[in-house]
């Protein structure tokens, strides 16, 4: 079965801190993974797409790793500000249909 | 530059009351367009999607339908709205292939009474 399962669900850090949040999926066949930006109440945006080929894919201080023998990723955010504080979701792509798996999503909250 | 419109932002409905939301894309042709559901601490659920006008694909069975009378224009509708119908609906549109990238609308939390 299809999945994406996202660690932690939720996560507390302090301004200015890192933080590493993870995505194992089960997707089979993979096509590409995407990170997913989503502020309370409104619509997620997109950080970061990568295909089978890409190992680690940068936006700004975010950064994503993809390995996939694993199937594991991560979203590895740098010196963290109040305005990271959103859910972030992994999102992977079956290549058979493009079919769409949706991970839970990691609640990070920024403290100051 | 593309936008999408969803409105409302929010929505409180009665049991067994009708319900239309829309969406509209600017700045684009022939998207392909989406709704999703969300519901809380769940991953999002692709409710229908479309690849051009009066073209729907419905991905779970449901209590709702869609429609897609306009190129840039997509209309989520129920009859009656059942209790299980709240939660946090999202429109989004994409280019090219239905796997590429997605741009979302900001949302409409539907709370039904």
């Known amino acids: 079965k299809n999945q994406v399962e996202q660690s932690p669900q939720s996560l507390i850090i302090l301004e200015g801190k890192n933080c590493t949040l993870q995505c194992n999926y089960t997707v089979s066949p993979f096509s590409n993974l995407r990170w997913y930006k989503q502020d309370t109440g409104r619509g997620p945006v997109s950080l970061t797409i990568?295909?089978?080929s890409e190992n680690t894919k940068s936006n700004g201080r975010y950064t994503a790793t993809l390995d996939a023998d694993t199937k594991q990723s991560s979203l590895h955010i740098t010196a963290s500000q109040l305005s990271d504080s959103a859910s972030y979701i992994c999102?992977?792509?079956?290549?058979?249909?493009?079919?769409?798996?949706w991970g839970a999503g990691t609640k990070l909250i920024i403290k100051p | 530059s593309q936008t999408i419109h969803q409105w409302p932002a929010t929505l409180v409905q009665p049991v067994g009351s009708p319900l239309s939301l829309e969406c509209t894309v600017e700045?684009?042709?022939?998207?392909?367009l989406y709704w999703y559901r969300q519901a809380a601490g769940r991953g999002l659920q692709l409710l229908f999607y479309?690849?051009?006008?009066?073209?729907i694909s419905s991905e779970v069975p449901q209590n709702l339908s869609a429609s897609r009378p306009q190129d840039r224009q997509f209309i989520l509708s129920s009859k009656k709205l059942l209790l299980s119908d709240s939660g946090f609906y999202l429109c989004?549109?994409?280019?090219?292939?239905?796997?590429?990238?997605?741009?979302f609308g900001s949302g409409t939390q539907l709370s039904v009474l």
């Open positions: 990568m295909t089978f």
């Open positions: 989004a549109w994409s280019v090219g292939g239905l796997g590429e990238k997605l741009f």
């Open positions: 700045g684009t042709s022939n998207p392909n």
């Open positions: 999102v992977v792509s079956a290549r058979s249909n493009y079919q769409l798996i």
């Open positions: 479309s690849v051009g006008i009066g073209q």
